[in-house]
């Protein structure tokens, strides 16, 4: 049963705020059926539109990914995604009182405790899944995603360099599965920079932002708590690299695919990787149409 697709077994709901928006919503997860696959549901809107999380609907993929369908959109899905990923949750339905996913702890760990609580249980028919049979390269200035090749699953590495300053090199690589997922990289939080916080205090963004929701690099190597700017106090050394990697997973789940891949990432972030799912999605149709 393993390969068969899934969904939660019962409904649960969460509620909390936005990072951008720093709004309060609310969450309703509910079990879908086979093929449905991940649909956000937008209940403060008339008529309850639903945003399908796909490749197509992607609208923004700055910094969050946001969706958009038929002028209704969803944002900062991601953290959410990686945990439907790292669960192999193919079907289910969210529904949303608002337009931003909550931003949590800023990383996976309680959508995947929420979800894993439901219990998660196999569907009627087999996970779509794909084999990448040739390499595909993005890049942008000198950031890069190469995914190669690979039969046994999705293996993921990423390089983390600010070229000296903020962090050193961190590199980490992990091949994903349900326990790694959940014990590796659910629980690796956001984090930014703090010219680029600077920046979003300026335009009034990060309105969200709490001590207990996201890291801040600072130039000299420190690393603190956002608001209070005491040291923050890491879930692993290499927490960033870590978080870098659950975004990677979370925006490739996008594809919808259960991927068998190699993919090496050096300082991608989410346009990058974006960029990537779309590109294996096309592959697929025309995998699928040989
Ligand atoms: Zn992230």
């Known amino acids: 049963m393993k390969n068969q697709q899934r969904t939660i077994s019962r409904v649960v ?19 879908s059926s086979v093929d449905t696959g991940i649909n956000f549901v937008r209940t403060d809107i008339e008529g309850h539109p639903k945003i399908p999380a796909s490749v197509e609907t992607v609208s923004d993929s700055e910094r969050q990914i946001s969706l958009k369908k038929k002028g209704v959109g969803i944002k900062s899905i991601e953290h959410l995604m990686a945990a439907l990923a790292g669960l192999g949750i193919d079907n289910i339905e969210i529904e949303i009182n608002g337009n931003e996913v909550p931003a949590g702890d800023g990383s996976s760990l309680i959508f995947t405790q929420l979800l894993k609580g439901t219990g998660i249980v196999p569907l009627e028919k087999p996970k779509k899944t794909f084999y990448l049979k040739k390499e595909l390269r993005v890049s942008n200035g000198d950031a890069s995603i190469i995914a190669l090749p690979y039969n046994k699953g999705l293996f993921l590495s990423y390089i983390l360099d600010f070229n000296g300053s903020f962090l050193n090199r961190q590199c980490f690589e992990i091949e994903m599965t349900e326990n790694n997922f959940s014990t590796q990289i659910a629980s ?92 294996i999605i096309e592959i697929s149709k025309k995998q699928i149409n040989n």
């Open 13 to 31: 709901e969460y509620s909390g705020i936005g990072l951008f928006t720093g709004e309060e919503v609310r969450l309703c997860f509910k079990p």
């Open 188 to 279: 690796a939080r956001t984090w930014g920079l703090s010219s680029v916080v600077e920046e979003f205090k300026k335009k009034g963004l990060g309105k969200g932002v709490t001590d207990d929701n996201s890291l801040i690099l600072h130039e000299d190597g420190t690393i603190t708590k956002p608001l209070s700017m005491t040291p923050a106090n890491l879930r692993f050394p290499n927490e960033c690299v870590r978080h870098k990697i659950l975004d990677i997973i979370g925006d490739l789940y996008l594809t919808n695919l259960e991927l068998n891949a190699r993919i090496v990432a050096t300082k991608s972030g989410h346009y990058l990787n974006a960029c990537m799912a779309k590109k």
